[in-house]
């Protein structure tokens, strides 16, 4: 049976009645990527028509968010509304990576010239920058209380 996370942790999105899974890759590896911007209806419509996805609505509680899916059906992104906790993220596809313990891979971060950008509440996910500027979101399966103190 291959692990899931639910896409309520991405776009760094506050619970929902109908969460969405999809495989979680190894430590390491880059499991998942969304894109937060103002206008997410309209951009959801042009990578449905350029690239072919389609989309399903993931309630956000009092508005919808969406898994955009290839045409498989399986989803492989997400594209996100800037509300509420997502309204200071740049409009730009941001990838997540998975690891082992968030709480020591934020240390690091620090200690070799990287910036905490935000913490989710939960401590599962958070948005870094690297020191050339970059930014990717770090994520690991089970929360971490080091991280949920913070």
């Known amino acids: 049976m291959r692990a899931g996370i639910s896409i ?13 899974t999809y495989p979680v890759s190894t430590q ?5 990527h969304d ?5 997410a209806d309209e951009v959801r419509d042009f990578y449905s028509a350029v690239v072919g996805w389609t989309y399903e609505g993931l309630d956000m509680g009092g508005y919808e968010d969406y898994v955009m899916k290839s045409p498989s059906g399986d989803g492989v992104s997400g594209i996100c509304h800037a509300r509420g906790v997502n ?6 596809w941001l990838l997540y990576i998975t690891v082992a313990n968030l709480a020591e891979s934020l240390e690091k971060v ?7 950008v935000y913490q989710s509440n939960g401590g599962t996910m958070a948005v870094i920058k690297d020191p050339a500027g970059a930014v990717c ?8 209380s ?4 913070a």
């Open 110 to 116: 620090v200690a070799n010239g990287g910036e905490i």
């Open 8 to 20: 309520m942790s991405l776009c760094l999105a506050i619970p929902t009645k109908k969460p969405y």
């Open 137 to 144: 979101a770090l994520y690991a399966e089970e929360t971490n």
């Open 35 to 39: 894109l937060t911007v103002p206008n």
């Open 146 to 149: 080091e991280v949920e103190a």
């Open 28 to 32: 390491g590896t880059i499991n998942w």
């Open 87 to 92: 309204s200071g993220v740049p409009a730009q």
